[in-house]
């Protein structure tokens, strides 16, 4: 019966995600500017009324969840397999293009909205995976990518955000950190690096920073991708197999594996503790890498759709341009 069930379910998903499509090939063909983008907004929602229970909701940490009670191999929301997944991927991508596109051409002519992407996680969760699959369609321009490791000498001598800040997105862009001021949270809780009470203050200052943030127009989608031990390994012993993919190991990978329960506890506070209403985090399930790429895909895509945006008007005469352009 729950074969039949989410066979079922499976076919609707398939059926939806061809509507989609055809509305966004609508919004393509041309017409109206108001037209073709209220075709695409309902791209979006066919899009995401393939959820059971969106991501929002399902995925969003409130206060008393646990970080160890999420199942890493779960796809809670979703009721497709993989090949749904990767073509809710091919279309997702596509209207996050389109949003981004406009969010862009907004930004040029001063418009504060902007999105910051948070990917935190345990080694091999599949951080780099999120951004070579969800950003496949955008266009380069308006895109930051930023990965942060051990902070250098210089930036020592700043403050803990300093370095962050440089990092930040211009109005219209979209930066993705690939781990974040968070590792400035959680490191030297494990490492002993500060005394508490630095750590204690520095969350205060992560909350300010990101509601002044938030206030001035960036959108904060933080994203913890909660692997399992068992899945860490498979990627590692991968990584070990494969003389191509050697330089993705580093042994200080191991030396974080070996204080597991350490690092659960620490995220554990980081998420009771910077979780808000206007930076809230998602624990995403990651071991199926697929569902961790839609789960981010659909947040991304929603986020900038309820933007609101439209395309900026042209801010020079015309019939004065064409004219000039006749002679």
């Known amino acids: 019966?729950?074969?039949?069930?989410?066979?079922?379910?499976?076919?609707?998903?398939?059926?939806?995600?061809?509507?989609?499509?055809?509305?966004?090939?609508?919004?393509?063909?041309?017409?109206?500017v108001k037209e073709r983008l209220a075709l695409a907004a309902k791209s979006s929602e066919l899009l995401s009324a393939v959820w059971s229970l969106p991501p929002q909701q399902q995925l969003m940490f409130h206060h008393g969840d646990e970080l160890v009670a999420v199942d890493p191999g779960g796809t809670p929301g979703f009721e497709g397999d993989?090949?749904?997944?990767e073509e809710f991927i091919r279309l997702s991508s596509s209207e996050i293009a389109r949003y981004q596109r406009i969010m862009y051409a907004n930004g040029v002519h001063g418009d504060r909205h902007?999105?910051?992407?948070?990917?935190?996680g345990m080694d091999a969760s599949g951080k780099g995976g999120i951004v070579r699959h969800v950003f496949s369609q955008?266009?380069?321009?308006?895109?930051?990518?930023?990965?942060?490791?051990?902070?250098?000498?210089?930036?020592?001598?700043?403050?803990?955000?300093?370095?962050?800040?440089?990092e930040l997105p211009a109005d219209g862009w979209i930066s993705i950190f690939d781990r974040s001021h968070y590792e400035d949270l959680v490191v030297p809780q494990i490492q002993g690096t500060y005394p508490r009470e630095v750590v204690e203050e520095r969350f205060g200052k992560v909350n300010e920073f990101e509601r002044k943030l938030a206030?001035?127009?960036?959108a904060i989608l933080k994203i913890f991708l909660v692997s399992s031990k068992e899945e860490q390994k498979r990627h590692f012993l991968k990584r070990l197999d494969d003389p191509t993919r050697y330089w993705k190991f580093d042994p200080s990978d191991l030396d974080a594996r070996d204080r597991w329960d350490d690092y659960m506890a620490a995220w554990q506070e980081v998420f009771e503790r910077t979780s808000n209403s206007w930076a809230p985090w998602y624990l995403v399930?990651?071991?199926?890498?697929?569902?961790?790429r839609i789960v981010v895909s659909e947040l991304l895509r929603t986020t900038m759709k309820n933007f609101s945006l439209t395309w900026p008007p042209l801010d020079v005469d015309r019939e004065e341009a064409l004219e000039r352009l006749a002679r």
Do not use: N
Not at 14 to 24: L, V
Not at 115 to 120: F, G
Not at 145 to 154: I, L, V
């Open 114 to 120: 902007r999105v910051l992407i948070v990917l935190q």
């Open 285 to 292: 399930p990651a071991d199926q890498r697929w569902y961790s």
């Open 215 to 218: 206030a001035d127009g960036c």
């Open 82 to 85: 993989e090949a749904a997944g």
């Open 138 to 166: 955008v266009d380069p321009m308006g895109i930051h990518y930023h990965g942060f490791g051990k902070p250098t000498p210089k930036e020592l001598r700043h403050g803990f955000l300093w370095r962050v800040k440089k």
């Open 1 to 32: 019966m729950f074969r039949m069930a989410k066979d079922k379910y499976g076919k609707q998903i398939r059926k939806t995600m061809r509507k989609a499509a055809d509305q966004a090939q609508s919004a393509d063909r041309g017409g109206a």
